[in-house]
């Protein structure tokens, strides 16, 4: 698998030399590094897409490598946390105070939450240990960094895939009709996916640093799923609240894809304006900053790595 990496990255040395002798044949080519401040080159990456790809089709069958389920994972591990939060809050509360989403089964309720959320999970955690995990790569050859932080996320969206299956699978055996709403799934998907590349932009860099970063990435993971209303619905926790208060909660990009999904495909209450423009902007924000650090940290990860 490293073998075919290494390939691509050859190839596309190759054809960059090519088209410099054709370009300039009787001129040098000068390479400098690029300036400290400034975004990522999105457009450099996008001439690398062929590798993004290949490190992503890697990162999915090394996940499934030998595994006895294989991609019965994706599927499994979000089922099985539901059927745990299921029975825990049906023996504290009873079955008529369970604290899903109104006017849904808690169980359905809380598989609609975390399918987006293990998206998010997933992704955030391969991605900030990606620089890490592919120290040979970064050190041998030059390549767009950002390839490798993107990468794990586009894995993680086929697992995405295969639950989401599962939860209209739900749906059909619970009786929940299919509403036109289910065609903003994809963007939802795409928005909890941007959330996870956003954080794990800072995340892998400052990781590619400072090794304690890898230990802090599950336990974050974890606090975080607490903070969004995977097992509870927000309406529960923000009722008679100010619309300030809806504004901070919002500030958790999650909520806004949690909630979102659940208005799309169950027919519960719609988020707030309030909780949609502050999950909107806050995601905006962290993407900004994010390509920002990471472009000036890119120049130190052969060394510190």
Known sequence: MERGVEAILERERMRSDRADAADAPDRWTRIEPAASFGAA????LWRHRELVGFL?????????KQSLLGV?????????TMLIFTL???GLFGPDRMPGAPGVPYALSTYCALVPWQLFATALTASGNSLV????????????????????ILAALVDFALAFGMLLALMGILGVPLGAGIALAPLLALLAAVTAFAISLWLSALNALYRDVRHAIPFLVQIWMFATPVVYGSDRLLAGREPWVQWIYGLNPMTGVVEGCRWALLGTAAPTPEMLLASALSVSGILIGGLYFFKRMERRFADEI
């Open 41 to 44: 080159d999105l457009r450099e």
């Open 56 to 64: 992503a089709l890697r990162d999915v069958k090394v996940r499934y």
């Open 72 to 80: 019965g994972w994706a599927v499994l591990q979000p089922l099985l």
């Open 88 to 90: 825990l809050f049906r």
């Open 133 to 152: 995990a592919n120290q040979q790569l970064v050190t041998k050859v030059y390549f767009p960094r950002l390839a490798i932080p993107l990468a794990p």
